[in-house]
């Protein structure tokens, strides 16, 4: 007797759409020579600066996500001019963020959404972002981003010249296998709750060799081995009870690190934990890691700020949305993002 037929696979996905394979979408949206020069030199200063070699102050600064690409063009323009002035002391690299994790639902970024509106064209908004990642290298300004979505990576990689792996992800052993096969520096932030042992552990992780199921560069399920990433270092965010960007924190973190030689391994974010998620306090953390570097502490890497190019946030249901202002969390507006870069430049040793 025939049996009735049980649906058992896919029973909550409503369709599968296929992707364009990354390889198809780099030749639709080729590396130029000139980013692919911005790119290269990015990544050989800050893998220097972990090391040690290079002694530039790093600062990762830009919007907390980016949603309109006019506007992270112009504030692009403005960080390269900026750049090219204090380049003989700070490193300076461009937030360039398209990935935004969620805590339950809401807007999860470019990539995700990019029309802004839930309609989540996600072929379009890979190729966007790539784009976006094309034209700010082309213009001299080394990218950073967050990787959330291990298959993005194939994307979008080889424009970005630091890579982050968030608070909620540095535990995740998907995320520290990625890590293990990225091209560039790559920081873990520590744990929402404060704890830096996530963190430590998933740079030890991400050193070694590791073997994963994953994409090609056609798009081919493969198996994804890979030889370890020594550029790996942490970002200290704070936690829920308490910031740790202070000298004892840095001195606490050195010391679970066991960093050998001159190695520069602690960057600070001075928004999330370390500001209470308040964007206006960002200048105090920042001012007083700098206090710390130009007091001698070489384990400082350097720090990160969310910024935009005017202050605060507005929400994606604002009509019209106001131009140059965050949709995700506050930032500083341009010109407190100015002075203290300048400031900086003027105190560092």
Known sequence: MTQPSILLTNTRVECFEPLTPPASV?????????AAKTVAAGRQALADALAGKDSRFVIVTGPCSIHDPKAAFEYASRLNVISNRVAEKILLIMRVYFEKPRTTVGWKGLISDPDLNGSNDIARGLGLARDILLQINEMGMPAASEFLDPIVPQY???LVSWAAIGARTTESQTHRQMASGLSMPVGFKNATDGGLQVAIDAMESARHKHAFVGIDDEGRTSVVRTTGNPD???VLRGGAEKPNYFPEDVSATRRLL???????EIMIDCSHGNSSKDFRKQPDVFRQVVDQFAAGD????GVMLESHLHEGKQSLDSVPL????SVTDG???????ESLILDAFAKLP
């Not at 780099?26 to 000139?34: D, G, L, Q």
Request: net charge positive; proline share 3%; with cysteine.
């Open 298 to 301: 070489r384990s400082i890497l």
């Open 232 to 234: 790996v270092h942490i």
């Open 258 to 264: 066991k960093s050998v030689g001159t190695r520069r």
């Open 322 to 325: 106001k131009y140059g202002v």
């Open 331 to 337: 930032c500083i507006g341009w010109q407190d993002t």
């Open 26 to 34: 780099c030749r639709k949206i080729p590396r130029s020579a000139e």
């Open 156 to 158: 979008t990689s080889d």
